[in-house]
């Protein structure tokens, strides 16, 4: 009988793992996205326009997200111990609102929020709505939109992402502490910093905005440029002097390759406030304390590589920085910064799992000190020293992706605090997200 080539049967063996890595890599191209495919729309684009239109439109639109959140921290004093789990029912999102044109040249969008969250800090103290956006656009002006009113301003990608759209319930530390509000010096559980930790002014202001996106072949190149009163959506305190927020924000898709670069300058307002006594009343006016402003920079940078609404491999990076350089305490300038990491993957045409990780850091952030939310909130600084805080935060998610926008969610975060002696948080969420829209003037 012959003996076996050895010499042969090594390089069969190569042949063999080389068609076995070949395969592999067609099989993992196959996933990835296609630099052919159209790039993603701006959010600006989708929030501020409608298709041109000779006669007006209405559409009655928005999303319902009802779910489920349990919240449980390792002791910060014993090793191995828990502490007591906080769990309850709750809508993440109830928000409706209308859209439409009034002819080619003006177009209007507005969008309330019903839910008891953190883009509504006045509802659960006075107990109604709040308007997050009510704009309008005019296109006058060939190569360029004009949006006037309370809009979402462009800063980071992550948090104007339309809320059916975003392929986690929660969002990172960064946004919620960053984008959306203004000294949070501690976040609260979980990373994400509530009304009481600061003003939380959702991503929106009341102001002026120019916009737009061209196509020169298969990319896209989008820009915003805007004034704001720098006030937040709660307005709870006007411009007193003038507007005094400036944004820039420019974007680049070339197929599934994706880069943005958000930027704000200016001062920001907070308050008036009511002081919170055993004689306050929801109704009390006129408000006990008088505003305060402080002048911050923000800036945010997003790289991205497919789409996440669509292909079945993605994976998207953001950055955000602030530095507060007049606190109205006496404490030096603040500083904060984040960063998550994310990737996601399709395994079948429904179904799509989500990593990321998150980090949050802070540098003498002036605290929030005081009760209540809101309008009934009540800041004192006076002898408070600048807070340092410091988190990374993994999370798991799991989305099923049903029919007519309906998507299904499962959210694990495990946040882990660096310097406060704080507990390692571990919370699970469930939501489903219903959105709707009923043509009313077609």
């Given amino acids: 009988m012959k003996k076996p080539d050895k010499k042969r049967s090594v390089w069969a063996r190569a042949v063999g793992a080389g068609a076995l890595l070949g395969a592999s890599v067609t099989a993992a191209a196959g996933l990835l996205p296609s630099m052919t495919e159209k790039p993603m729309a701006p959010w600006t684009m989708v929030y501020g326009t409608e298709k041109p239109q000779q006669a007006p439109t209405a559409l009655l639109f928005g999303v319902l997200q009802p779910g489920y959140a349990y919240i449980q921290g390792d002791s910060a004093n014993a090793a191995g111990a828990r502490v007591g789990g906080n769990a309850q029912f709750k809508f993440y999102r109830v928000r409706p609102g209308i859209r439409g044109s009034l002819g080619p040249d003006i177009d209007y969008y507005f969008l309330s929020e019903f839910a008891n969250n953190p883009a509504d800090p006045n509802n659960g103290v006075i107990g109604h709505a709040h308007v997050l956006d009510a704009s309008v656009t005019l296109n006058y002006v060939p190569g360029v939109h004009f949006e006037i009113g309370q809009m979402l301003v462009p800063f980071a990608e992550e948090g104007i992402t339309a809320a059916p759209m ?33 003003l939380f002014n959702a991503g929106g202001e009341l102001g002026l905005m120019a916009f737009n996106d061209f196509h020169p072949g298969n990319m896209s190149f989008n820009y915003a440029v805007g004034l704001f009163n720098g006030t937040g959506v709660s307005e709870l305190e006007s411009s007193m002097h003038h507007p005094d927020q400036v944004l820039a924000h420019i974007g680049a898709e070339d197929g599934p390759l994706g880069l943005a670069v958000g930027f704000e300058n200016g001062r920001q307002m907070i308050g008036p406030y009511k002081v919170t006594t055993a004689t306050a009343t929801i109704n009390e006016t006129p408000y006990d304390l008088p505003g305060m402003s402080y002048q911050q920079q923000k800036f945010a940078l997003d790289l ?11 994976v998207w990076y953001e950055y955000q920085h602030a530095k507060d350089t007049q606190q109205p305490g006496a404490h030096g300038p603040g500083v904060a910064r984040g960063w998550f990491a994310a990737a996601g993957w399709r395994p079948v045409k429904h179904v799509m799992a989500v990593f990321r990780y998150s980090t949050y850091n802070s540098e003498n952030i002036e605290p929030v000190v005081g009760s209540g939310t809101g309008p009934m909130f009540t800041p004192n600084y006076t002898g408070v020293a600048g807070v340092s805080t410091s988190l990374d935060q993994e999370s798991l998610i799991g989305v099923y992706l049903a029919n007519k926008g309906t998507r299904y969610y499962v959210e694990w975060d495990r946040t882990s605090f660096n310097n406060t002696g704080a507990p390692t948080d571990n919370a699970v969420s469930v939501m489903v997200s219903l959105p709707f829209g009923v043509r009313l003037i077609h």
């Fill in 304 to 314: 991205r590589y497919g789409n996440y609404m669509t292909d079945p491999l993605w």
């Fill in 166 to 198: 975003l392929p986690w319930i929660n969002y990172s530390p960064a946004t919620y502490n960053i984008s959306y509000n203004e000294f949070a010096s501690t976040p609260a559980t979980n990373g994400i910093a509530g009304p009481g930790a600061g």
